[in-house]
């Protein structure tokens, strides 16, 4: 059982390197078992198709975002402490695997239905911020706001930047916020003021 | 000339279509020269390629974003009615053409280097809003904050909305603001509401 698990994991990790370098299609079940130390039939036993794995792959990475944004919502801080975790947990996954964005993204157009285990992942991850958001309105750090729609405006910020970073730096030039390698930095301290200065409780007149 | 531009044109707005309800490989040159009324050679003629004509197809998008964005920009109009305006203008451009976005994005991700002719329609539409920001940092309505940053963050979540929208629904469920039929409009405000709060000059102590 443990040496099943193990080597289901190394799948997973070889399958995620091997999807964002080479793309699904470039990815051959060859190369993937190989580099897992698997053989050939491994992927058919463990996932039953290379499709299956590849929503594995996904599923495997929403949920570790989901993880950290949900020990962060955990963390006994307020409500705006936690928020601006929350964009440096996101910032700080997507630094370890700069490729899965893009993967997961590609995924989702290309698919109208998504599986339930990934929506599952999802709304995880989407609990989490909002939940945060529920925790600051009822602190009254927060105004009142649709915790579902606000967690959007963290969360497509995040992921939209990384993204398009490659593309935005073509458009913005070399002195803008996207080529400059401090630009995540900037760009992660932007976000969680606009996000902070959007949701402030509205001071007293 | 006339004519050839017209087919030209004819042949952009069949792909735009068949391109989004059958992605780019199962739109057949056959389908889109005939749905375009034009004859087999046509692509080729105009274009080169049907590659040449997938970019030609999204640089006429980004183009049309762009003019309207621009347009907001020109009016005689205080900063902060511009940029509710450049959320508006977005949305009513993805809800004529509402598989777009997808496309847009879905060829993004599996291009690294962009085109001269498409970074440069997407410097205009970022340029539009970029200045809208300038202009209310000049004027007083806005606080110091780097444009291009600023419009960032609102073209990410419009785009953002628009391109997982679907997924969303399914995430949030059908009370969410994703499924509702007027979630649009509910975004829409958010959005809006998010930036001019986020952007808003700081009040005197």
Chains 1, 2 share one sequence.
Not at 76 to 87: D, E, G, K, S, Y
Request: glycine share 6%; charged share 20%; proline share 4%.
């Amino acid at each position: 059982m443990n040496h099943s698990d193990s080597t289901r994991d190394r799948l997973i990790a070889a399958a995620t390197k091997l999807f964002s370098e080479k793309g699904f299609q470039g990815a051959s079940v060859r190369a993937i078992t190989r580099a897992a130390h698997a053989n050939l039939g491994a992927i058919t036993y463990h996932f039953g198709s290379k499709e299956r794995l590849r929503l594995e792959v996904l599923v495997r990475h929403v949920s570790l975002i989901g993880a950290r944004l949900q020990a962060v919502a955990d963390l006994p801080l307020p409500a705006r402490n936690r928020l601006a975790q929350c964009v440096q947990a996101i910032f700080a996954q997507a630094a370890e695997q700069p490729a899965a964005p893009r993967l997961f993204v590609r995924w989702l157009l290309h698919h109208d239905r998504v599986p339930a285990e990934l929506i599952a992942q999802q709304r995880v991850l989407v609990g989490a911020v909002a939940r945060i958001i529920q925790d600051g309105i009822a602190s009254g750090e927060f105004r009142t706001v649709d915790p579902v729609c606000a967690a959007f405006s963290v969360l497509s910020q995040c992921i939209w930047f990384h993204l398009i970073r490659a593309v935005a730096a073509q458009v913005t030039g070399a002195g803008g916020p996207f080529a400059r390698p401090e630009g995540a930095t900037v760009m992660a301290t932007h976000i969680t003021d606009v996000i902070l200065r959007a949701f402030a409780a509205e001071r007293a007149a």
